[in-house]
Every structure is written in C-alpha cells, then in structure tokens.
C-alpha cells in the first residue's frame, strides 16, 4: 500500500502530522508493506526567494492579531508538537519560501533518502536556531549531507533552477485535482484521504480501511483539525 502525502516544510501542522500518521503506523500491523511517499505543496509560492521574515509578526498581520496573541498560539503548537514528542522553537524562527526544499526532496527521493531528508528540514525549521531561508544554498546543502545525499550533487540541483521544478510543478497540480486545499493531506492507495493533523486514531482507522480495499478516493476530513493553506496555518485559540 502507498501513503502520499503533501506537506510543505513550512507548515507546522505537516511536522506535527506526520509524527501523528507515523505513531499509527508504527502499530499498523502491515506497516512493513506501506510505502510512504512525500509530495509537494508550496504555502507561499508566489514569495521571493530571498523574502524571509520572523513568523510571529507574520502571524499578527495576516491574522489580524497583537503579537502577545501570536507568541499565544505558537506556545499552543508548540504544546502540540511537544506532546508528540517533537522539538519546537515558539521564539525566533521565520519564514519563507520553500521551493528549493521541494526540489532537493524530491532528487533526495531519487536516492531513496526522501524520508530522511523530509524529517532533517522539519527538525532544521522548527526545532533549530539556525534558518533554512537565510543562510543560502550550502544550508541546505549540508542538511542534505545530514540525509545522506552527496554535497556536491545537491548543490548541483540547487544551482540549477529547473531541476526537479517540473516535479514539484506536477505534485501540486495532482493535490489541486485530488481536492487538497491545505496541508498536510494524506491518500491512501487513492482510496482514502485524510486531511489535516488529524489524531493517531483517525490515521489507524484509515489504515485499515485502505488496506486491501479497491474504492474511489473518499475524504476523511474533519473541520476542527488543524491544517495549513493558501491563506496560511490555522490559528490554534487558547
């Protein structure tokens, strides 16, 4: 069975998602059998390269909020990751564009080492005081190193704007045909999407439907769950 599933490294949703799809698949009993395939999704695409900014004051504009309401509903993600189990920085991170990331992911999946690389990026933007926007190309390159890609083949592909452009290009248009308007979405043997952050619950659930089911695409979607889209990430209330 296949697990796709598109995210963007700059959503939050997607990190805590995709420790909350692996807690389930872990105790899936055919986990063995899933392949798991990660695809892409830009929130921001339209954002220059070199326009990187600090995420709270992106938050209280775009949402209309004081930055004290902002600092609160990154302390309520951060809670969220926390209990996950994941590492995540409230303060002084930013945010930008995350073309580049895509296309390495996707060359990285090539190497077999997508997985890998997909959970370095989330560490490096959520959990580190360094950036994945600011500091340039060998950033990047040297997270890929962390992921087992050789140094000078990623910075082949990010020197090269068009490498791997085509792929992201396609991965977003398929999310647009499946119905995917935010991120994280999960499809399951396109049998079954489950969109959202969604408990560990609901991922075991869809799991075990898919498994040895032949049905169109049905969406497990839940309005109160927390996702990230064109218009930007949910806003958790406190």
Same mark, same amino acid.
């Given at each position: 069975m296949r697990v796709e599933i598109w995210s963007d490294i700059a959503c939050p949703w997607c990190y805590v998602g995709k420790a909350r799809?692996?807690?389930?698949?872990?105790?899936?009993?055919?986990?063995?059998?899933?392949?798991?395939?990660?695809?892409? @999704?830009?929130?921001?695409?339209?954002?220059?390269?070199?326009?990187?900014?600090?995420?709270?004051?992106?938050?209280?504009?775009?949402?209309?909020?004081?930055?004290?309401?902002?600092?609160?509903?990154?302390?309520?993600?951060?809670?969220?990751?926390?209990?996950?189990?994941?590492?995540?920085?409230?303060?002084?991170?930013?945010?930008?564009?995350? @073309?580049?990331?895509?296309?390495?992911?996707?060359?990285?999946?090539?190497?077999?080492?997508?997985?890998?690389?997909?959970?370095?990026?989330?560490?490096?933007?959520?959990?580190?005081?360094?950036?994945? @926007?600011t500091e340039g190309d060998e950033r990047l390159v040297e997270l890929a190193v962390e992921a087992g890609l050789d140094a000078g083949s990623a910075r082949e592909v990010l020197a090269d704007p068009a490498a791997y452009a085509d792929e992201v290009r396609a991965d977003e248009r398929e999310a647009a045909q499946l119905g995917a308007n935010g991120v994280p979405f999960f499809v399951l043997d396109r049998q079954y999407g489950v969109s959202g952050a969604q408990p560990a619950e609901v991922f075991t659930q869809a799991l075990t439907q898919a498994w040895g089911e032949r049905s169109p695409l049905t969406l497990i979607q839940d309005d109160t769950a927390e996702a990230c889209g064109p218009d930007g990430c949910a806003v958790p209330q406190t």
């Open positions: 799809f692996e807690k389930a698949l872990e105790a899936f009993p055919h986990r063995e059998q899933v392949e798991v395939v990660h695809r892409s @999704f830009e929130l921001d695409p339209d954002r220059a390269k070199a326009d990187a900014g600090p995420v709270i004051p992106m938050l209280a504009q775009k949402y209309g909020l004081s930055e004290a309401q902002a600092e609160a509903a990154e302390d309520n993600v951060g809670a969220q990751a926390a209990a996950e189990g994941l590492e995540y920085r409230t303060r002084g991170r930013d945010h930008g564009n995350t @073309f580049d990331m895509h296309r390495l992911l996707h060359f990285a999946k090539e190497q077999g080492r997508q997985d890998e690389l997909v959970q370095i990026l989330y560490r490096a933007n959520f959990a580190e005081e360094r950036s994945v @926007f």
